[in-house]
């Protein structure tokens, strides 16, 4: 059993190319055609024209993070440390606390979650057992002047909603 | 050394230890038979059926591993298909009523269960009706809580307290699946060795109220050391854990086999003293109440040194053996007295013959040993006569009343080499800071005159001296470790032949090597 | 001396020195822009004064005022502070000065004097240039080694390397232009070149020496250390090259004096090939003999070209996207009112010219004024082709660039110098 090889021209050796500037020539002809294309009409560029329209972040973008909640607004989060095991950026804190409203025995004290490292892989999201963490609130973007405000904290995460609906997010493959 | 017996496990043939039973026997070399009631100090129950395994000589088809003592010979079958089968119904039964809330549960990581599961089931639950509801979070007293949905019955926790402590708090009530572990009304879990079933328990229904959601297990790192909370001297696994952005931390402590000296237990009182590992720990160098580069503090200690004319050194009787020779060679270089006078240390009455002892101190033996005085008259006469007194942290409140000592120690400067922030290190004129015992490698001699070695469980951030590294900073001529020894092997007959790291993991008994010099 | 004589000298050093100092704006303007465009993006549009975007050119303010008020970091590590600093200072330096004597526009005789349009009236021409030129590599060589940084020291010898190979190609392909040209002088050789070839076509330096022209301009990317030959800096495997542990307003002398040696390295290329300050067909005696018809010619241009520019402002200075009362649409008529403003201006300006006295002082201002603009939208065009090349071509190889040097610039020009020669020696 022999790998299949497959034997690939190699090109530039003809006269023409070998002298360098005809090709180089051509390429300088191809650039100038997008330069003189997008000169003429600028409607023609391939951007988005960020700050004022903003992208569309499908369901299954990963953001940044929140921590969803039960119908009455109490954290559904159980403190297993799941995420925090499963983190390979160690930005997640979790300091665990007895839970007396009888949901469930344990919950989170504090929950920190340190964006500066964080590499919004989602592992998080796919670690957590009681689909407590999601990354879908659709906030690409998170910029502040001190490094402190870059730590979420309990308060924090779950207070930001959602950006879709449970069906949506749901189908989206979570 | 028992006989060794020759048996086939899965056709292969092994050698054993003769007179176990098949769990102990087979797993001594490495196979492991599931169990989950069966405990090596409690016995055999046979009540989980986990560990049934086959044996080809015409016995029924499955019989308990725990049961079976191991016969030379045997022919024990462990991956059958009748076997794997049993064990997969045996999981689904235990798991029937198993809430699997792992995620909340301290023992996640730790569980037998959990483990089982992964080995042997990893089926999901075929339950289609309401699973039975039983007491969650109960108080059984002694800091221990229990759950009775996650216990699967296997009674540990009742044999030891029947067998090992013999108070009997526990019983099981009920029947079949409503079987489950209570106390008795009004008469919680009220002896000293209780958090022992926490340990004991395989799956996650007892837990520590101490320990209930400070760590994940899988977190912790494990590092063995000695107890120092009484002259026993039993062994545990120190759990500790550096968070991020945090210090070095205990967590807790649990036993660990050591059957010359402690079996698979520790006491209550044992098991909570990481706590004084963490807090309360003097963490900077003091001139007068004000705290100073460790340096400066040393170099007025010698200037001290150096001023007095005569000075006394006390030595507390948790120090190790090496810390010990340190300063004893540092208070034959200064000409001072030492002492290890420590009487507090001692609770008269306080001991019960199993694990528990009077002596609160893990090393007064090897105060002996090199010959130390221990004796409060000539303390207190050298400590009148002494212009300086440096005590390596020996908790003399223990022994005084403050304002006893207070008097004692009128016109005496003390230097206070410490690990703790005590009211005596707050008397002392100069305060060093020094590691615990969780933090330095040591040896100590327990009360049944076993030696015992262990190695540094821990670094913390601010990683302290030791008292050895201190007394060598104050002028004791013993500079390395191996000079430490030496001295230790001239005080200790038993250590002649020994090399350091060849002090044997189960301790060395000075008694039977004592008794063996002397017959030679 | 009289009053005018020094208010030309003022006026012409002037022009030399801040010409190149305005342009490096146009320079980082083309160039960033330009890579845009040249890679369908749009490049840096965004920062603006009270909404007037000046079509990205603000960007170059904001960035310039960042860098002057930037920490400036020298390194503990650095020994010898003082060659660290001088280091851009030398760079940049020598790159201003070689603009230096670059004519800008033929004599001009006022009052009965002529004065020769150059920052510094030397005959040395473009020795002075070659001169120059070789010792801007002193600055990056001196960058590099006092950084006492392993990347900063392979830029810059790498630079070193790079510059003593592409001096000798570029160096004999002045040879066979001097030969043709017959002096060193740069506005002789302008002179020269407003010749005509045949009767019909302008003798500039492209037609009469074109491998000349393709070895010099190649030598002149590599000395500008431009793309495909900026091997000094290497993004990609040293970082930054020799100026790795530049910051703030010494990290941007740097830069403009990158962009600066471009613009004199233009103006150099310009002169030499492409006819200096000439219009074609046009010479300087023909200019000044026809100026009433040429202004009247560039009254009659002047809106129709405007016209049509503003027609392309209106149409790209607008929001690609839904908005209600567009700003940039209200800027783009801002724009357009200036320029007709600038057009009214330059339309009042030439009406002058034609009711001025022929042949006088006015005329000859005039065709000065119209050669200096002729030279800098050659050399504009020149630095496009500068930016062009770089967003076209990738990086060479380091010993790519040495085997170009040494085996195929080298022999070719030699060539080019005997092929010359015995055309030159034919001819007469």
């Not at chain 1, 973008?61 to 929140?66: D, L, S, T, V």
């Amino acid at each position: 059993m022999g790998a299949q090889v497959k034997t690939i021209e190699r090109k530039g050796s003809s006269l023409q190319e070998r002298l360098y500037l005809p090709e180089i020539f051509k390429g300088m002809a191809t650039t100038f055609g997008h330069l003189w294309r997008n000169l003429l009409d600028n409607r023609k560029l391939y951007v988005r024209h960020y700050p004022e329209v903003q992208p569309e972040i499908p369901v299954r973008w990963r953001g940044r993070h929140r921590l969803t909640t039960h119908e009455d607004q109490t954290v559904k989060c159980v403190a297993c440390f799941m995420c925090q095991t499963n983190c390979p950026a160690n930005c997640i804190m979790i300091e665990a606390g007895e839970r007396l409203d009888g949901k469930a025995e344990k919950m989170p004290v504090k929950f920190n979650i340190d964006l500066l490292e964080c590499i919004y892989c989602g592992y998080c999201v796919e670690a957590c057992p009681v689909d407590a963490i999601r990354m879908d609130t659709g906030i690409f973007s998170v910029t502040d002047n001190n490094r402190e405000s870059f730590v979420l904290g309990l308060e924090e995460l779950l207070t930001t909603p959602g950006a879709f609906s449970e069906e949506e997010y749901k189908k989206g493959g979570a | 050394m028992a006989d060794k017996i020759k048996l086939f496990v899965n056709g292969v043939e092994v050698e054993v230890e003769a007179g176990k039973n098949l769990i102990d026997a087979v797993g001594a070399v490495g196979i492991e038979i599931p169990h989950l009631c069966y405990h090596p100090a409690l016995g055999a129950d046979g009540n989980c059926r986990m560990c049934l395994v086959g044996i080809e000589d015409g016995r029924p088809p499955l019989v308990p591993a725990c049961k079976t003592p191991a016969m030379a010979g045997m022919k024990v079958l462990l991956d059958a298909a009748h076997i794997k089968k049993i064990q997969h119904d045996v999981m689904e039964l235990e798991l029937i009523n198993h809430p699997t809330d792992c995620p909340v549960c301290d023992q996640a990581g730790e569980c037998k269960l959990q483990d089982y599961y992964m080995a042997f089931d990893q089926a999901e639950s075929r339950m289609n009706v309401p699973q039975v509801v039983k007491g969650k979070k109960m108080d059984f007293g002694a800091g221990v809580v229990h759950d009775q949905e996650r216990c699967v019955v296997c009674g540990r926790c009742v044999r030891f307290c029947r067998q090992i402590t013999k108070t009997g708090e526990l019983g099981i009530i009920n029947r079949t699946d409503d079987a489950r572990v209570n106390i008795f009304p009004g008469r919680p879990l009220s002896n000293r060795y209780a958090g022992n079933v926490v340990d004991l328990c395989p799956v996650g229904a007892m837990t520590s109220r101490d320990f209930r959601f400070k760590q994940r297990v899988w977190f912790l790192k494990k590092a063995p050391g000695i107890c120092h909370g009484c002259a026993k001297g039993c062994n545990i696994t120190i759990d500790h854990n550096r968070e991020k952005y945090k210090d070095d931390i205990i967590y807790r402590f649990r036993p660990r086999l050591n059957e010359q000296v402690n079996g698979y237990f520790i006491c209550d009182a044992g098991r909570l003293s990481y706590k004084a590992e963490n807090e309360g720990r003097l963490t900077e160098a003091r001139l007068g109440n004000k705290a100073r580069p460790i340096d400066d503090v040393l170099a007025a200690c010698t200037r001290e040194i150096e001023r007095a004319e005569k000075i006394a050194l006390v030595l507390s009787p948790n120090c190790s053996l090496e810390q010990m020779a340190a300063v004893q060679a540092l208070a034959e270089k200064l000409g001072a007295f030492l002492s290890g006078y420590s009487d507090g240390y001692i609770k008269p009455g306080d001991g019960d013959g199993y694990l528990i002892q009077d002596d609160k101190a893990a090393n007064r033996a090897g105060l002996g040993l090199l010959g130390i005085d221990c004796s409060r008259e000539a303390f207190e006469s050298a400590v009148q006569q002494a212009q300086l007194l440096i005590n390596f942290n020996n908790d003399l409140t223990r022994s005084y009343k403050e304002s006893d000592l207070k008097k004692l120690l009128q016109g005496t400067k003390v230097i206070a080499v410490s690990s703790h922030d005590t009211p005596g290190t707050a008397l002392a004129d100069l305060a060093i800071p020094v590691a615990s015992y969780s933090e330095y490698a040591g040896s100590v001699v327990n009360c049944d005159n076993i030696l015992q070695s262990f190695a540094k469980g821990l670094s913390k951030n601010n990683d302290l001296a030791d008292i050895c590294a201190i007394a060598v900073q104050l002028g004791s001529p013993l500079g390395s470790p191996k000079e430490r020894f030496a001295l230790l092997q001239q005080s200790i007959s038993a250590l002649k032949d020994l090399e350091p790291d060849k002090i044997p993991a189960q301790g060395l008994n000075l008694n039977d090597s004592e008794a063996a010099n002397v017959t030679a | 001396m009289s009053l005018l004589d020094y208010v030309m000298i003022a006026i012409r050093v002037a022009f030399s020195a801040f010409v190149p100092l305005c342009f490096v704006a146009v320079c980082v303007w083309m160039e960033r822009r330009g890579a845009g465009y040249f890679q369908d993006r749009s490049g840096p549009n965004r920062a603006g004064i009270f909404g007037f975007r000046a079509a990205g050119l603000v960007q170059n303010l904001s960035d310039g005022i960042k860098l002057a008020f930037k920490e400036d970091v020298i390194s503990a590590h650095i020994k010898h502070k003082f060659f660290f600093v001088i280091a851009p200072v030398i760079v940049f330096f020598t790159a201003i000065v070689s603009f230096a004597v670059v004519p800008f526009a033929d004599t001009l005789v006022l009052g009965g004097k002529s004065y020769i349009m150059q920052g510094i009236p030397l005959d040395l021409g473009i020795l002075w240039f070659l001169a120059l030129a070789g010792f801007s590599v002193y600055g990056i060589i001196l960058a590099g080694w006092s950084s006492s940084n392993k990347y900063g020291i392979l830029g810059s010898l790498r630079s070193a390397a790079q510059v003593i190979s592409y001096e000798i190609p570029m160096g004999l392909a002045i040879i066979s232009l001097l030969v043709v040209y017959g002096t060193v002088n740069l506005n002789e050789m302008a002179q020269f070149q407003g010749k005509l070839l045949f009767g019909f076509l302008p003798m500039w330096g492209a037609l009469l020496q074109p491998l000349g022209m393709v070895i010099f301009i190649i030598a002149a990317f590599a000395e500008c250390n431009r793309n495909p030959f900026d091997l000094a800096e290497g993004e990609s495997e040293i970082v930054a090259g020799f100026h790795v542990e530049y910051s703030a307003m010494k990290f941007a002398v740097f830069f403009m004096g990158e962009y600066v040696a471009m613009f004199a390295s233009s103006a150099i290329i310009v002169t030499l090939f492409f006819g200096g300050y000439q219009i074609p067909f046009l010479a300087t005696e023909t200019l000044i003999n026809f100026a009433k018809p040429v202004a009247f010619l560039l009254m009659v241009a002047l809106p129709v070209v405007i016209y049509f520019f503003t027609g392309w402002i209106r149409r790209s200075n607008v929001s690609h996207y839904p908005r209600e009362n567009d700003p940039r649409v209200f800027e783009a008529n801002v724009y357009i009112k200036c320029f007709w403003g600038l057009t009214i201006f330059l339309e009042l300006v030439l009406l002058a010219i034609l009711f001025s006295t022929s042949g006088g002082a006015a005329a000859g201002i005039f065709v000065a004024l119209l050669q200096i603009c002729t030279l800098l939208l050659k050399v504009t065009m020149m630095i496009f082709v500068f930016i062009w090349v770089r967003w076209t071509l990738p990086r060479f190889r380091y010993d790519q660039l040495q085997k170009l040097g040494w085996q195929t610039l080298l022999p070719l020009a030699l060539l080019n110098i005997f092929i010359t020669s015995a055309v030159v020696v034919a001819l007469s």
